[in-house]
C-alpha cells in the first residue's frame, strides 16, 4: 500500500470516527468557560478550531500508541488479531510515524491557543499514552482510560482562559467515571482471555456479573456529578433535561448487556455512548447559549 492507503488503514485500525466519544465533552468545557472570557468572535473561533484540532491530533495519537503497545497481546486474542498490525496490513514503524505527526500537531495546536496549554502538553501526552500500559499491573486500568479522556474538558477550559478553574473537574471526574463504566461493559467480552493472559480488569478481578454492577454504580455517580456540575455552574433547565437524557441512554445501554449475554456489547459501547456525548453538548450547549 501507498502512504495513502496505509493512513486509511491505520485510521480504520484507531477508529477515527470514534473521536466523537470525547470532542463534545471538551466543546462543553470551552462553552462553560467562554462565559465571562472577554473574548471576541473572532477570537473565539479560532480557540474552538485549535481545539477541535488538538482533541482530534491527540485522540488519534493515543489510539495508534495503544495499538502498538498492544500488538503482541492483540495478535493473540481472538477478537483482535485481525487488527491492522497483528495482520500484517501495516507495520509498527508506519503507525510511529503516525504516531509521531499527530503528537507534533497537538503540541503546535497547544502552542497556538496559550503557553499554559504548550507547557501542559507534554504531560497530557504523557496522560494518553501511559493508559495503554495500565491493564498490565492494576485493575484500574478503566479508570486510567476515563482519566485520559477525562481531561479534555479541563484542557478546553485552560485554552480558553488560559487557567483552570476547579468547578470545570467536576465535568473531568464526570467524564472519568462515565468512560471507566462503559469501558468495563467493553472488557467483558475479554474477560477469558484476559484472565489467561494475566491481564488486570474489573471484569476479571470481580466476575461479569460485579463487574456490570460496578459500570452501573460509576454511572450513577457521573449523572450525579453533571448535576452537581450544573448548579454549581448556574445553569438552566435544558442543562438538566441533558443530564436526563444521558441517564435514559445510560439505563438503556445497561438493558442491553447481561452477565449472560454480551452479544450486544459493541451496541452498547459504541452507538449508545455516541449518542450520550453529543447529545449532552447539544443539550447544555443550548442552554449555554441561549437562555
Not at 485510521?11 to 466523537?20: D, G
Request: net charge positive; proline share 3%.
Amino acid at each position: 500500500m501507498g502512504l495513502i492507503g496505509k493512513t486509511r488503514t491505520v485510521l480504520e485500525m484507531i477508529k477515527f470516527e470514534h473521536s466523537v466519544f470525547a470532542l463534545p465533552f471538551a466543546l462543553t468545557g470551552a462553552l462553560l468557560a467562554v462565559r465571562g472570557s472577554g473574548l471576541d468572535g473572532r477570537e473565539l473561533a479560532v480557540k474552538f478550531a485549535w481545539i477541535i484540532v488538538a482533541m482530534i491530533a491527540a485522540r488519534s495519537a493515543a489510539m495508534a500508541f495503544n495499538r502498538v503497545a498492544d500488538a503482541e497481546i492483540d495478535a493473540l486474542n481472538p477478537r483482535s488479531r485481525m487488527r491492522a498490525i497483528p495482520a500484517g496490513a501495516v507495520s509498527k514503524s508506519f503507525t510511529w510515524g503516525f504516531i509521531a505527526f499527530w503528537s507534533g500537531v497537538f503540541v503546535l495546536a497547544a502552542h497556538l491557543l496559550n503557553p499554559l496549554c504548550l507547557k501542559l502538553s507534554p504531560l497530557a501526552l504523557a496522560i494518553v499514552f501511559g493508559y495503554s500500559y495500565t491493564k498490565r499491573f492494576t485493575a484500574l486500568s478503566h479508570l486510567a482510560l476515563g482519566f485520559a479522556l477525562g481531561i479534555a474538558p479541563a484542557a478546553a477550559w485552560i485554552a480558553v482562559r488560559g487557567s483552570l478553574d476547579a468547578q470545570i473537574l467536576l465535568l473531568t471526574a464526570a467524564v472519568a467515571l462515565w468512560t471507566a463504566g462503559f469501558d468495563i461493559i467493553y472488557a467483558c467480552q475479554d474477560h477469558d482471555f484476559d484472565r489467561e493472559a494475566g491481564l488486570h480488569s474489573i471484569p476479571v478481578t470481580l466476575g461479569i456479573r460485579n463487574a456490570l454492577l460496578v459500570s452501573r454504580l460509576l454511572h450513577a455517580a457521573m449523572i450525579a456529578l453533571l448535576v452537581w456540575l450544573a448548579r454549581a455552574m448556574d445553569l438552566g433547565l435544558l442543562s438538566l433535561a441533558g443530564v436526563a437524557v444521558v441517564a435514559a441512554l445510560l439505563v438503556y445501554e445497561h438493558l442491553l448487556v447481561k452477565p449472560d449475554d454480551l452479544s450486544r456489547v459493541n451496541a452498547a459501547f459504541f452507538t449508545v455512548n455516541g449518542f450520550v456525548s453529543v447529545l449532552f453538548l447539544v443539550f447544555w450547549a443550548a442552554d449555554i447559549l441561549w437562555t
